[in-house]
């Protein structure tokens, strides 16, 4: 313990004090020296702070920061600074409580282990409940997902029940209404079944060599048809006839029409879905999917692939699973490809999908 006052000159010191000292150091006379003779960074800004905070009454600690001792530098010190009542002429007298700061004890090979397994079994235990969370949201998501169309099944069945739809035209249209519902719940359970799948490994893939063309093709003409019925447009501009993918054939299609169908629910009326190959680099082909839609929104573009993510103008639409962008991730990256999109607001947004070549078109090494 050290006693000195606000200026920094020392007072006092005991003999707990002394006993940390080096032999050579113990019959030093600090009384009436300065308190950086026994202390060398007494004379920093921060310490010198503090005596005057102490001075004014206030109990100090220096948290986290160690001070050297002029006979052992390299061994670090704690300081507390506490005022002294006032005995006389003594009124700014302060104490110094300085403890060594002892080193951390090095745990021994068998402790580094457990606190390694430890540690990792924290990691496995904080994924385990990050998973279970992630799947009670994708369950709640789902519910009510699944409720909004058998609502409304239920609702036009029971019109029809009640005889309350009699005009043989709005029959029709009722009825139309409810394959309608039928049908986005028969999209939203196969969506469900196959990502349940992809999570369990069970989605087998056969890959084969395939003309980008074809590809493209096919899912033209389905999205031609739900196009037409909207008073919208499908394009497909012919590519290279040579340009070939390595890829699973019916699931790439169902690829491209996840994309253009999402493009065509939030495209308006005359609105077009654009679909192009190209030649990307000498490994791999690009798909792209451009729409005339609204765009997406700055921030909900950083969780567009996430199942069910929140998004303001599918919920203002209706319409799709809420799954199909998170499907058509995994789908692409189970081929080795990647799908990236670029989108602005109001003028619409494209997702490019790649796929790697067939060895055989691989360009060879250069030297």
């Not at 390694?116 to 385990?128: C, F, I, P, T, Y």
């Not at 009825?175 to 069970?202: F, H």
């Not at 199909?324 to 999908?353: C, D, M, N, Y």
Request: hydrophobic content about 50%; glycine content about 8%; charged content about 20%.
């Amino acid at each position: 313990m050290v006693f000195a006052r606000a200026d920094g000159m020392v007072h006092a010191v005991n003999a707990a004090f002394r006993a940390f000292l080096a032999a050579e150091f113990r019959e030093f006379v600090v009384c009436g020296t300065r308190l950086d003779a026994v202390l060398p960074l007494a004379a920093e800004p921060a310490l010198a702070a503090m005596l005057r905070d102490a001075a004014a009454g206030e109990t100090m600690h220096r948290d986290g920061v160690r001070f050297a001792c002029v006979s052992a530098p390299d061994v670090p010190w704690d300081i507390d600074l506490s005022p002294l009542p006032a005995i006389d002429e003594y009124d700014d007298l302060l104490v110094l409580a300085v403890t060594h700061a002892a080193a951390p004890a090095v745990p021994s090979e068998r402790e580094a282990q457990l606190l390694d397994r430890v540690e990792e079994m924290q990691l496995l235990n904080d994924a385990l409940i990050g998973s279970v969370q992630q799947k009670h949201l994708f369950l709640t998501a789902m519910s009510h997902r699944l409720r909004t169309p058998l609502t409304s099944i239920i609702g036009f069945g029971e019109m029809l029940a009640a005889g309350d739809v009699a005009d043989p035209a709005d029959q029709c249209m009722v009825s139309e209404d409810i394959v309608a519902a039928a049908q986005q719940m028969l999209g939203l359970i196969d969506d469900m079944i196959e990502l349940a799948r992809l999570d369990a490994g069970g989605l087998r893939l056969r890959r084969e060599t395939l003309a980008v063309t074809d590809l493209i093709d096919e899912a033209r003409e389905s999205l031609e048809i739900l196009a037409a019925a909207r008073r919208q447009h499908v394009v497909a501009p012919a590519p290279d006839a040579g340009l070939r993918a390595y890829a699973d054939g019916r699931w790439t299609v169902q690829v491209i029409l996840k994309l253009g169908m999402n493009g065509l629910r939030f495209s308006p009326t005359g609105g077009t879905v654009m679909l192009r190959g190209r030649d990307l680099d000498a490994t791999h082909v690009a798909i792209e999917v451009e729409d005339t839609g609204v765009g997406i929104r700055a921030a909900e573009q950083a969780t567009i692939f996430e199942a069910f993510a929140a998004n303001a103008d599918a919920q203002e639409r209706g319409g799709g699973t809420g799954l199909e962008l998170a499907l058509a991730k995994r789908l692409v990256e189970l081929q080795g490809g990647t799908i990236t999109f670029a989108s602005a607001r109001g003028v619409g947004t494209t997702f490019t999908v790649t796929l790697p070549k067939p060895v055989a078109d691989l360009a060879p090494p250069t030297h």
